[in-house]
């Protein structure tokens, strides 16, 4: 999760000077990571 953060903050600065692809490719992997967990307590 740290280095989800980490990856967060150079893309929030990244896309700054160059675009928010990177951002928003972050984004949709926190969200997939989310999912993840929440699928993962269920118990498939």
Same mark, same amino acid.
């Given at each position: 999760?740290?280095?989800l953060?980490?990856?967060?903050? +150079?893309g929030?600065?990244?896309?700054?000077?160059?675009?928010? +692809?990177?951002?928003?490719?972050?984004?949709?992997? @926190?969200?997939?990571?989310?999912?993840? +967990?929440?699928?993962?307590?269920?118990? @498939?």
């Open positions: 999760v740290v280095i953060v980490i990856l967060w903050l +150079l929030w600065l990244v896309g700054h000077i160059g675009g928010g +692809l990177i951002h928003i490719l972050l984004v949709i992997a @926190v969200i997939v990571l989310v999912y993840n +967990l929440i699928v993962g307590r269920r118990g @498939v």
